[in-house]
Nanobody, 118 residues
Framework: QVQLVESGGGLVQAGGSLRLSCVVS????????MGWYRQAPGEQRELVAH???????NYAASVKGRFTISRDDAKNTVYLQIYNLKPEDSAVYYC????????????WGQGTQVTVSS
């Protein structure tokens, strides 16, 4: 079974930056699309950004211009670079892989906490 492991979260002051990583055990090409989601306490999990196997990306409107999703296929890793962090960015950030084949499946990582102090 393919597993996803996130890292890179932490406590950061507002205005700072972080780079989150998501390592896929096995091949990143097990998935058609990789995404980053976040969930704040008491809130629903929300999509932050997607990156497809062809490199195409899309972003939630609330993060466009501050977040950058990228992938290194040789390292089976997806990144989320976050600039100009705001307190409202505080959440657990999850990585998700989706496979759209004949037997679709998805896999989630365990999450990494990002806390932004004002």
């Amino acid at each position: 079974q393919v597993q996803l492991v996130e890292s890179g979260g932490g406590l950061v002051q507002a205005g700072g930056s972080l780079r989150l990583s998501c390592v896929v055990s096995g091949s990143i090409f097990s998935f058609n699309v990789m995404g980053w989601y976040r969930q704040a306490p008491g809130e629903q999990r929300e999509l932050v950004a997607h990156i497809f196997s062809n490199g195409r990306t899309n972003y939630a409107a609330s993060v466009k211009g501050r977040f950058t999703i990228s992938r290194d296929d040789a390292k089976n890793t997806v990144y989320l670079q976050i600039y100009n962090l705001k307190p409202e960015d505080s959440a657990v950030y999850y990585c998700k892989g989706e496979n759209w084949g004949n037997t679709p499946f998805s896999s989630w990582g365990q999450g990494t906490q990002v806390t932004v102090s004002s």
